[in-house]
């Protein structure tokens, strides 16, 4: 008996996943949105989608009521050498088996006409459409993963790494492009 209702505790956890859309072909991996600041007019999502199914899929759409527009952006190269946001309408393709990082200075998704402010911590619900993996949604924390916040100074939130003080602090070149 207690071994049975046990694994229905475990049975009931292990349908969560299937809530949220085809979590079996696609897997969001460290998902989080930037902004600027709990004024800014926009912001954008980043994290890496990795297909784990057998064929390419494509994120075609993005959905949130935190913004008024939700578009696919990517960076290009102007002539004059100037980095600029494009929108994608195709949408970004993901090959079998790949995975494909959504990033500072290239792909992201754009929130234009953020509802309201944004503060870090708190958490944006965001609608990711794959033409076949069909609906994923995500409750994507706003901030930075430590990782990606290296030389950075868009946030001054308190008590996150405090502690590290000295220490490693120079030559982090040789990452960004721009
Ligand atoms: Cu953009």
Not at 47 to 60: F, S, W
Not at 97 to 121: I, Q, Y
């Amino acid at each position: 008996m207690r071994f049975l209702s046990r694994a229905a505790i475990v049975a009931a956890f292990l349908t969560l996943p299937a809530l949220a859309g085809a979590a079996e072909t696609i897997r969001i991996v460290e998902p989080f949105v930037r902004v600027s600041g709990p004024t800014a007019k926009s912001g954008a999502a980043f994290m890496t989608i990795e297909n784990l199914g057998a064929a390419p899929d494509r994120l075609i759409e993005v959905r949130s009521d935190a913004a008024q527009r939700v578009e696919l952006h990517t960076h290009r190269q102007d002539a004059a050498g100037v980095m600029q946001m494009i929108h994608v309408p195709e949408g970004f393709e993901i090959g079998a088996g790949a995975a494909r990082a959504l990033a500072r200075g290239g792909d992201h998704v754009m929130l234009m006409g953020l509802a309201r402010g944004l503060t870090e911590g708190e958490e944006v619900e965001i609608v990711l459409v794959f033409e076949k993996a069909g609906e994923i949604a995500l409750k994507v924390p706003v901030g930075a993963p430590a990782a990606a916040a290296e030389g950075q100074h868009m946030h001054h939130g308190a008590g996150h790494d405090a502690g590290h003080g000295s220490g490693h602090s120079s030559g982090h070149g040789a990452q960004q492009s721009n």
